[in-house]
Every structure is written in structure tokens, then in C-alpha cells.
């Protein structure tokens, strides 16, 4: 029941491929847009007192530095991620910051990690891409400390995140080709379900396990949503496909499903979550 579904979608290619390159190229939008999430995991490291921390799915490094600068001196961060790219901007960021921190390019379902190297273990969105979860999550598990700390973040259902559908259900009507997202593949939206991710991570060997809602307030200029729109999601992977004229009808005409989220200058919206936690 809680095995994963083969997914049609290649992860490696995509991260190392339009979607990697979306995120290197707004990483500084994603930061400020994200750092909710990013100051509550460091908030969460600090108070474990983690000396050894591993990001998974790390992205461009924006949550393992947050994490590195609170964990003090001695401390370790490794950030490990499968999107080259994505490695080589958040290992530009470590250089230019000093922080003791680490960034690797590998697959965290199958990396071999040094057995009971990190005492905890955080992730901000990277967790719901694996092919196969259990086999990740035990992986991650064999590199923690004996009661070591998990800590990721997850969305919750799309249904309670309108915001990050809003494009693709305002764009279907106008691009019937537009593949629709699948809910049972690994993806954004592939820990929806509270029940399947507790059995994940059960069946991967974790302990007292804990699943609680999480929302974040997030905001970024209203000034950026219409290049939002037309990169991030479903919907900008579509029209990297298209001519510019053509992105350009199709974002206009999609804008509107925004108006709700707009607030003068800055557009909001809340990230409902899961927080994640258990121990090795
Ligand atoms: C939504 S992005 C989040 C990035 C980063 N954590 C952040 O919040 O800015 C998901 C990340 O997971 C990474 N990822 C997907 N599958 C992975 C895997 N099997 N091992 C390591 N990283 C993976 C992607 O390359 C991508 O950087």
C-alpha cells in the first residue's frame, strides 16, 4: 500500500534539466518567497542542538545555509541534491559565505552515505520526488546517529494549496495538451496524503513519527508574478514549449485566477504543510 507508483516523469532529468534551471535562475525570488520555511527548520536545527546536519534535496543551498549559520562552531551541513545545476549555485553561496557546509551532487535514495554521520536531517520540499520512498527513507536513515531527527517539509493536498494550482486549472481550458498532474507520482504534491507518508516512513524503519499541519505566510512582489507564472509549475515546464507571443496570450489570460492573492504591491498566499518529524 505504501509503494510508490511508477512515474512517467524522469527526476533526474527534470531537475537536471527546465526545472533545475527555473530554479537556479529565480533562486533569489524562491529564497525570499520560501524563507518561512527555510527559518523554521534552521530554528528547528538550533533547537536539537544539531552539530551534523544533512539537507536532503537541497536545491541551491538556501535551507542548509539558513541551518549552518545557527549550528554553531564545529558544526557540519551537507547539502545533497540530484540537479547539478541547482549544486553548483548552492556551492557558489557556500564559498562565498565560509560556512561549514558541504554540497554534493547524488541521488539521496541510493547515495552511499557514511553510516551514522549526521544527527539530524532536514528538508525543505525535497522529499516527495523518489521513486521508491521507503528505499530513500531508509537510506537517510542508516546515515543518522541512533535517534537522530528528521525534519522535513511537505506540501499538504493541492486543494489546500490554490495558489500553487491556480495556473494550471486557469490554463486548461486554453491547452487541452497540457499533461495534468498525476497524484499518485512522485512530485509536488506526492505527500498529500498524511496516512501514506506515516507508512513510508514506518516501513522505511523510522520512529516516533509525527505528522502535523504547518502553514506559512508567503509573500513576493507583485511586480514578478507574471514571470512566476510563466516559468515555475506545471504550466511553465508547458510553455517553455511555446513561442513568446503565445506564453504571453496565455499568461494574460491566466493572471486573473491571481487577483485574490494580490495586496497592493506584494502577492500572498499560505503554504499549507506537513511537518514531518521522526527519529532514527
Ligand atoms: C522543490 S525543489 C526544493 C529545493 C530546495 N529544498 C528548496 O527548498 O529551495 C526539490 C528538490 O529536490 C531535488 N531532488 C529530487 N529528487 C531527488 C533525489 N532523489 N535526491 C536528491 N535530490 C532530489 C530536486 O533536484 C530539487 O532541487
Not at 105 to 113: I, K, L, P, Y
Not at 165 to 187: C, F, I, Y
Amino acid at each position: 500500500m505504501t509503494k510508490d507508483m511508477t512515474t512517467p516523469i524522469d527526476q533526474a532529468a527534470l531537475w537536471n534539466g527546465r526545472a533545475g534551471a527555473t530554479w537556479v535562475a529565480k533562486q533569489a525570488l524562491l529564497d525570499d518567497l520560501f524563507a518561512p520555511i527555510a527559518d523554521a527548520l534552521a530554528d528547528a536545527a538550533q533547537a536539537a542542538g544539531a552539530r551534523h546536519l544533512l539537507d536532503i534535496g537541497c536545491g541551491t543551498g538556501a535551507t542548509t545555509l539558513a541551518a549552518a549559520r545557527r549550528i554553531g562552531e564545529g558544526g557540519t551541513a551537507l547539502g545533497i541534491d540530484i540537479s547539478a545545476p541547482m549544486i553548483a549555485r548552492a556551492n557558489e553561496r557556500g564559498a562565498a559565505e565560509g560556512l561549514p557546509v558541504r554540497f554534493i551532487e547524488g541521488d539521496a535514495q541510493s547515495q552511499a552515505f557514511t553510516s551514522a554521520a549526521f544527527d539530524m536531517a532536514i528538508s525543505r520540499f525535497g522529499v516527495m520526488f523518489f521513486s521508491d520512498s521507503v528505499a530513500a527513507f531508509a537510506n537517510i536513515r542508516q546515515a543518522m546517529t541512533l535517534g537522530g531527527l528528521l525534519h522535513a517539509i511537505a506540501w499538504r493536498s493541492p486543494r489546500d494549496n490554490g495558489f500553487m494550482t491556480a495556473a494550471e486549472r486557469a490554463a486548461q481550458p486554453l491547452l487541452p495538451a497540457m499533461p495534468a498532474r498525476d497524484p499518485d507520482a512522485p512530485g509536488q504534491f506526492a505527500f498529500a496524503d498524511k496516512d501514506r507518508v506515516l507508512g513510508l516512513l514506518w516501513d522505511a524503519g523510522w520512529s516516533d513519527i509525527d505528522i502535523e499541519t504547518v502553514d506559512f505566510a508567503c509573500a513576493f512582489p507583485a511586480s514578478a508574478l507574471a514571470d512566476y507564472v510563466a516559468s515555475m509549475g506545471p504550466l511553465g515546464l508547458f510553455l517553455a514549449q511555446v513561442d513568446d507571443a503565445e506564453r504571453a496570450r496565455i499568461v494574460d489570460r491566466v493572471l486573473p485566477a491571481f487577483d485574490r492573492y494580490i495586496d497592493g504591491d506584494a502577492v500572498r498566499f499560505t503554504a499549507a504543510c506537513w511537518s514531518i518529524r521522526a527519529r532514527a
